[in-house]
C-alpha cells in the first residue's frame, strides 16, 4: 500500500473506533462529507486491504498488444532502419496498416535501441590545437590586411 492509503486507513480505523469525528476525519483526509461515509462503508465492508485502488494491478485498456508491437519493431528493424520515429510511423500505417502514434513508437524505437535522441547523439568535433602563446594568432600569409591607399 502506498503511504496515502496507509493514512487513510489510520484515519478511517480512527473514525470507525469514535476517536475522531465525520468531519475531522474528512478534512484530513481531503475528501467531502459524502465522501467520508463511503471509505468508512468501504472499511467495515472489506478491512484495509479494500480502501486500495481497484485498478491498481489491471492492464490499461487501451494497451496496444505485444505482438502488434514485436510485427512494428521488427518492420522497422527490416525496413526503416535509418528512419526516425515520425516517419517511421507514417510508413507503418501507409504501406502496412499498422497505427501507431509517433511518440509510442519512438518509445519503442529507444527501448529496443533502433534510435537515440538527439541529446543522446555523440557529436565529433575535431580538436583545436593549442596555441603555443597566449594571445598569439597564427594567419596564413595570403588573408593580411592589404594596405589602404
Not at 478534512?27 to 481497484?54: C, D, E, N, P, T
Not at 525496413?79 to 497505427?99: Q, V, W
Amino acid at each position: 500500500m502506498s503511504e496515502r492509503e496507509l493514512q487513510r486507513v489510520d484515519v478511517l480505523a480512527q473514525v470507525d473506533d469514535g476517536r475522531l469525528g465525520i468531519d475531522a476525519g474528512a478534512g484530513i483526509l481531503g475528501v467531502g462529507r459524502r465522501q467520508m461515509f463511503r471509505l468508512l462503508k468501504r472499511y467495515r465492508g472489506g478491512g484495509a486491504a479494500s480502501i486500495r485502488h481497484a485498478s491498481r494491478s489491471r492492464t490499461a485498456g487501451n494497451r496496444i498488444h505485444d505482438a502488434r508491437r514485436d510485427l512494428a519493431l521488427a518492420l522497422v528493424r527490416e525496413t526503416y532502419s535509418d528512419f526516425g520515429p515520425t516517419l517511421a510511423a507514417e510508413k507503418l500505417a501507409e504501406l502496412h496498416g499498422i497505427r501507431v502514434s509517433r511518440e509510442t513508437l519512438r518509445k519503442w524505437m529507444v527501448a529496443a535501441e533502433l534510435w537515440l535522441p538527439r541529446r543522446q547523439r555523440h557529436r565529433i568535433h575535431q580538436p583545436r590545437l593549442r596555441r603555443e602563446a597566449l594571445g598569439e594568432l597564427i594567419q596564413p600569409l595570403g588573408t593580411l590586411p592589404s594596405a589602404m591607399p
